[in-house]
């Protein structure tokens, strides 16, 4: 058995260990996200989607917007 190393191949969410001598790897633990969870990656596709003509996602996008001024205390500045 070798030396133990831990990789982590996107900043801490997913962890590694990795043996030196025989090079297995096993993961150790992973960040479980839920559902609803959206990447910057994906949030950034969704908007280019709707700005390309995807009438769902700019009706959802829509819908996300008011709901999102709703929820903010101040409220106040939501743009008409």
């Not at 190393?5 to 960040?31: A, F, M």
């Amino acid at each position: 058995m070798g030396t133990k190393i831990y990789e982590s191949p996107d900043g801490g969410h997913t962890v590694y260990e990795r043996d030196t001598k025989t090079g297995e790897r096993k993961l150790i633990s992973e960040t479980i996200y839920p559902k609803w969870h959206l990447t910057e990656l994906e949030i950034s596709e969704i908007v280019d989607y709707a700005n390309e003509g995807n009438r769902t996602l700019q009706n959802m996008l829509a819908e996300l917007k008011t709901i999102y001024y709703l929820a903010k205390e101040d409220n106040e500045n939501y743009p008409l």
